[in-house]
């Protein structure tokens, strides 16, 4: 799991003795992208208790293959072995899929005539730039042009793209297959800066931005002025290289190796994404000029405002003071001095429980954690020891994590 929230999740790969560009099907430990979900509640169905019956694998038992799963994903849990994982994020075999990256076994592949037209298969995986291709769904760049999977038009290089070493990939993470070649694994979660992306809401920063030939990638944020008087660009689950990148001012390793944006918990501080007004510490959920949904500056420092001191934070009858929250992990936010309530709140220092959950009102102090597929805003909202809080389809969920 994520030491900061989020867990993720690395590929390890392995190559295919027929193709030695091809990645084994069998040995992929990745995911990433979409979810159900509904403003209504502030919930999403993930699917953790109203799958249909199924009489395959369930999850945490051993496998060989994404087929042999109920899940349709089978890849390495925390203990290194092969079971059938949660396809939290991405789409199990036999979903119907439009891009490789959108299935968890990184295999968008023809469905022999069937209905959808192709679907998430145990294989073969995409192939990297410069492998033979029929069309855009065979690469992992989704570009096929003149039989020959294409260089992506992004500077960072997509899952199951050929790397050198982490800083070739979009993910930060370029990990070996069995016969010592290197590939871009595919993060858990939203799709991050660079990645394939379909809609808006695969991306961690809500950009899918269409190139040329018609690939859409996650787009970088317009630089947004926070309330600390400092840029960011990356929200929640995005690739950070230091805190200062993030609106969340939180930047922290992940279990694979890169670092990503943590969300703080209660409220949403100025530049973060939102859908809604009350998702924001201001209460202004506005389109950037870009037209993304994002957390806009109030009059003053409101609770839950990030902040670099006293100055930045609303004065009045009772006073807000900058002060670090939480304490352990060194983000500075406006607070009140007042004790914890079990009522309404902003963030999770105003609840006895320590848990500020969204509601279809605004923000209340929960009794209890949070099961799967309820809106959380951080990592120990969740209920679950291998449950976190994760970005799908552009909300904040408690899903199970596939490591």
Do not use: W, Y
């Not at 996650?218 to 929640?236: F, I, P, Q, S, Y």
């Not at 209920?383 to 809080?389: A, H, V, Y």
């Amino acid at each position: 799991m994520r030491p900061f929230a989020v867990a993720a999740s690395c590929l390890s790969l392995a190559c295919d003795g027929a193709l030695l560009d091809v990645l084994d099907p069998t040995s992929i430990d990745d995911a990433s992208l979409t979810s159900d979900a509904t403003q209504d509640g502030r919930e999403a169905d993930m699917g953790v208790d109203a799958s249909p019956p199924c009489n395959k694998l369930a999850i945490d038992v051993a496998c060989t293959k994404s087929s042999d799963c109920c899940s349709g994903f089978c890849a390495l849990d925390s203990a290194s072995h092969r079971t059938c994982r949660p396809s939290t994020g991405c789409l199990g075999v036999g979903s119907a899929c439009g891009f490789a990256g959108a299935c968890c076994t990184l295999a968008c592949a023809d469905n022999d005539g069937g209905s959808p037209n192709r679907v998430c298969a145990d294989g073969p995986v995409c192939m990297p730039q410069g492998q033979v291709c029929a069309r855009a769904e065979d690469c992992c760049s989704q570009s096929c042009i003149g039989g020959k999977c294409a260089k992506s038009s992004v500077a960072c290089s997509p899952a199951g793209e050929a790397c050198a070493g982490d800083p070739d990939c979009c993910g930060g993470v370029c990990v070996s297959t069995s016969n010592n070649q290197r590939r871009c694994a595919l993060l858990e979660g939203c799709r991050v800066l660079g990645e394939v992306c379909a809609a808006p809401s695969d991306c961690c920063g809500g950009s899918c931005v269409v190139d040329m030939i018609g690939v859409g990638h996650c787009g970088a944020l317009l630089t947004c002025k926070a309330n600390d008087g400092k840029a960011c660009r990356r929200t929640v689950d995005d690739i950070c290289g230091n805190d200062d990148d993030c609106c969340s001012r939180r930047c922290l390793p992940t279990s694979e190796g890169s670092h990503r944006c943590a969300p703080i918990g209660g409220c949403r501080p100025v530049c973060e994404i939102c859908t809604r007004a009350a998702d924001c510490c201001s209460g202004a959920c506005l389109a950037d000029a870009n037209g993304v949904m994002r957390c806009q500056q109030g009059n003053c420092g409101n609770e839950g405002e990030i902040c670099a001191g006293d100055p930045n934070c609303c004065s009045g009858d009772t006073p807000l003071k900058c002060d670090p929250d939480p304490a352990s992990l060194g983000a500075h936010r406006c607070v009140p001095s007042t004790p914890c309530t079990a009522s309404t709140c902003a963030i999770p220092r105003d609840c006895c429980t320590g848990i500020c959950a969204p509601t279809s009102g605004a923000f209340a102090c929960a009794s209890a954690c949070l099961p799967d597929g309820k809106s959380c805003t951080e990592r120990t909202d969740c209920c679950g020891t291998k449950s976190d809080c994760l970005q799908l389809a552009g909300m904040l969920v408690c899903a199970p994590s596939i490591r």
